[in-house]
Antibody, heavy 118, light 108 residues
Framework: EVQLVESGGALVQPGGSLRLSCAAS????????MSWVRQAPGKGLEWVAN????????YYVDSVKGRFTISRDNAKISLYLQMSSLRVEDTAMYYC???????????WGQGTLVTVSS | QSALTQPASVSGSPGQSITISCTGTSSDVGRYNYVSWYQHHPGKAPKLIIYDVSDRPSGVSNRFSGSKSGNTASLTISGLQAEDEADYYCSSYSAPSVFGAGTKLTVL
């Protein structure tokens, strides 16, 4: 069974940093692109970033470029999202998701909550 | 990049069929056959129920079906059941991708 478990969410002040982690199990992690998707309170889903199987390609939504960095460690079967210069509008539930191609996400975690507030 | 347009809410009685529309543009839904639909029960992990416009992942009920015409994609749920009550999101590849704002399905 595919399992994705996110962690690292917290309350952080504007301008602060946070690192999210996603522990994967039940599939060959190194064989899949992976994404982070977020949902702000009362809003819809928004794709944030994704990373190729070997980490050699990374893509970001415009609003986080230069502030967020996606990475992965296939030996540790984990996905990460380093977030810096956080803004109030980054407040959201952040989901880790496995990609089946063309940014269609076939497995998701239950999410970790990031709150940016003073 | 604007979000795809979905109705905020739909409702139906058990056993009935409902359809949720998802309207985009010629740059996303109209251009690519990579429309996906997700079911989300609050507090749980979202679940992929349709990909590539009309394909169902293994294990997803055949009561769920997808289609597309022009810039509008649709999700139809037939034989509504109580457990179908959830939020539904569409998404389209658009280099990168765009989601709809979601539709709340209420089973009366």
């Amino acid at each position: 069974e595919v399992q994705l478990v996110e962690s690292g969410g917290a309350l952080v002040q504007p301008g602060g940093s946070l690192r999210l982690s996603c522990a994967a199990s039940g599939f060959t992690f190194g064989g899949y692109w992976m994404s982070w998707v977020r949902q702000a309170p009362g809003k819809g889903l928004e794709w944030v970033a994704n990373i190729k199987e070997d980490g050699s390609q990374k893509y970001y939504v415009d609003s986080v470029k230069g502030r967020f960095t996606i990475s992965r460690d296939n030996a540790k079967i984990s996905l990460y999202l380093q977030m810096s210069s956080l803004r109030v509008e980054d407040t959201a539930m952040y989901y880790c998701a496995r990609d089946r191609g063309w940014l269609q996400h076939d497995s998701w975690g239950q999410g970790t909550l990031v709150t940016v507030s003073s | 990049q604007s979000a795809l347009t979905q109705p905020a809410s739909v409702s139906g009685s058990p056993g009935q069929s409902i359809t949720i529309s998802c309207t985009g543009t010629s740059s996303d839904v109209g251009r690519y056959n990579y429309v996906s639909w997700y079911q989300h029960h609050p507090g749980k992990a979202p679940k992929l129920i349709i990909y590539d416009v009309s394909d169902r992942p293994s294990g997803v009920s055949n009561r769920f079906s997808g289609s597309k015409s022009g810039n509008t994609a649709s999700l139809t749920i037939s034989g509504l059941q109580a457990e179908d009550e959830a939020d539904y999101y569409c998404s389209s590849y658009s280099a990168p991708s765009v989601f709809g704002a979601g539709t709340k399905l209420t089973v009366l």
